[in-house]
């Protein structure tokens, strides 16, 4: 798998760090990249207007830097959908794709109201009332008062700052539709999905995959919303078997 680059996009309010438990389960051979994106951890936000596309053209900037011709790319959640953005406007770049606890859903309009909301909120009262209204569903109920588990958000949510987090939930919010995207592509892909994620129910996912019946379907019980952190050694299997099908299909 040596010619293998793959690229880990994390979720809000999360950072690069969410990938830490994951990456030790994958192949030592393969370069693994896992950037903070737009907004988060060391990465600016910028003065551009909300857009997950631009999240996307900075992974195209990214792998232009690191002189990588193409790339699996895997994301959780809004990194999901920054990975959809990618896949239709960077096709030729992409050598695979992976939705972790993901969806090609556009928001509903009771969603998109739910992040507005919270932007306001976040404006007044700052970071941590993105972490307040988000924590109750991030994780499976044996996990909600992990300490280990709580401190990844909390880290995230206060190094993105008010700027970072407002950012992000209304360029989520202004996402299109891009099931069409993925039932385009002729790359592997994985849909790996949770039995107790309470934001995107896993019914969901079992009906994209029957939609893709060639895509490779991993589903996890037991854990919630995030994956990478409640069930890492599961997710990090999946990409495995994820990257021996493209190296297969080369």
């Not at 600016?44 to 999240?55: F, I, K, N, R, T």
Request: aromatic fraction near 6%; proline fraction near 7%.
């Amino acid at each position: 798998m040596s010619a293998t680059t793959l690229i880990l996009l994390h979720g809000y309010p999360f950072d690069s760090t969410m990938w830490d438990k994951v990456v030790p389960g994958l192949p030592r051979d393969i370069k693994v990249v896992a950037p903070d994106l737009r907004g988060f951890g060391q990465t600016p936000v910028g003065a551009e207007e909300p857009s997950l596309d631009l999240m996307a053209d900075d992974i195209a900037k990214l792998l232009d830097l690191e002189k990588i011709p193409q790339a699996v790319l895997g994301g959780f959640s809004m990194g999901g959908y920054v990975t959809l953005s990618f896949a239709e406007r960077y096709q030729d770049r992409l050598a695979g794709l992976a939705l972790i606890n993901s969806q090609t859903l556009a928001d509903t309009d009771e969603v998109r109201a739910g992040r507005r909301a919270t932007i306001q909120k976040v404006r007044q009262e700052g970071p941590r009332a993105a972490t307040d209204a988000a924590m109750p569903r991030l994780f499976a109920a044996a996990n909600v008062n992990n300490p280990d588990l709580i401190r990844y958000p909390l880290a995230g949510a206060n190094k993105a700052g008010v700027a970072g987090i407002t950012w992000a939930l209304e360029a989520m919010a202004r996402r299109p539709d891009r099931t069409a995207v993925l039932q385009r592509l002729t790359v592997p892909l994985l849909i790996l999905h949770t039995t107790e994620d309470k934001f995107i129910p896993v019914e969901r996912a079992r009906n994209l995959a029957k939609q893709m019946p060639e895509a490779l379907y991993v589903e996890v019980a037991g854990a919630g919303h995030c994956s990478p952190l409640e069930a890492p050694q599961e997710v990090a299997k999946a990409l495995v078997e994820l990257l021996k099908r493209v190296e297969h299909k080369r």
